[in-house]
């Protein structure tokens, strides 16, 4: 048999790839990706990945062609692409439950959000943010796959010495600060977390990420029953890219 090419399409990434370094094939701003086969169908089903939250990653690195490694990518950027992997294996059109009315909702209408790129400097995932009320200087990174990984193994480990534990946020914040008025020890950086990092600094840092990180559209608009129109999340899990997954 003679060899089959299988098709495939570009996907753009949020980011524009400006927070990779000149020699990741993410810098381009793009990756190349391929349509669903039944292998992939063979990795919605694997009861392994199900069973350890790691069938959606896994799905992905089938899909992508592009040689990169995977835990470089910043979240926005494999939003993107999830959403991407959705519509090149089973259509724009997603139908889901809201309220007990179904909603269809057009993936292929999802755009990047805007993001400041005068913040970003080339190749370099840094950024400088000062706290409005301690007037601390910090700088910061956007969260990698391979972060969230790390933080998650993290926040298991401390929820088995604390089960009433609720660490998430902290955690989070000690993985993504890179410096705290130019000190820029991990040890500081977590002390800091811990018992100086006041809870309205907290807040106003994080609503900067949030208008500041590109990223990819996840929140559609409904109308309800009483002619409101409300704006949700998109509800994504393993049924997202299979309804008929059977799980």
């Not at 020699?23 to 793009?30: E, K, R, V, Y």
Request: glycine residues 6%; aromatic residues 8%.
């Amino acid at each position: 048999m003679s060899e089959l090419k299988f098709p495939t399409e570009i996907v753009e990434l949020p980011s524009k790839g400006l927070v990779y370094p000149e020699d990741n094939p993410l810098s381009s701003g793009q990756i190349e990706m391929k349509y669903m086969t039944a292998k992939e169908e063979d990795i919605l089903t694997n009861q392994n990945y199900i069973n350890n939250g790691t069938v959606i990653d896994e799905l992905l690195k089938s899909l992508i062609i592009t040689k990169i490694n995977y835990n470089d990518l910043i979240v926005g950027d494999k939003n993107a692409i999830m959403i991407a992997a959705r519509v090149l294996g089973y259509g724009k059109d997603y139908s889901f439950t809201y309220d007990n009315n179904e909603q269809v909702v057009d993936l292929s209408l999802l755009e990047p959000t805007d993001f400041d790129e005068s913040l970003y400097s080339k190749g370099k995932n840094e950024f400088s943010f000062t706290l409005p009320t301690s007037n601390i200087d910090i700088t910061y990174k956007l969260l990698t796959h391979g972060d969230d990984k790390k933080i998650a193994n993290e926040i298991k480990g401390l929820k088995k010495l604390n089960k009433l534990s609720s660490p998430e946020l902290s955690t989070r914040l000690k993985h993504m600060l890179l410096s705290v008025n130019g000190d820029v020890e991990r040890k500081a950086i977590r002390e800091f977390v811990d018992n100086y990092f006041l809870a309205k600094d907290s807040r106003a840092f994080r609503e900067h990420i949030k208008a500041t990180q590109p990223d990819i559209q996840l929140t559609c608009e409904i109308e309800r029953p009483d002619g409101d129109v409300k704006t949700i999340d998109i509800p994504i899990g393993l049924t997202f890219f299979w309804p008929d997954a059977g799980v």
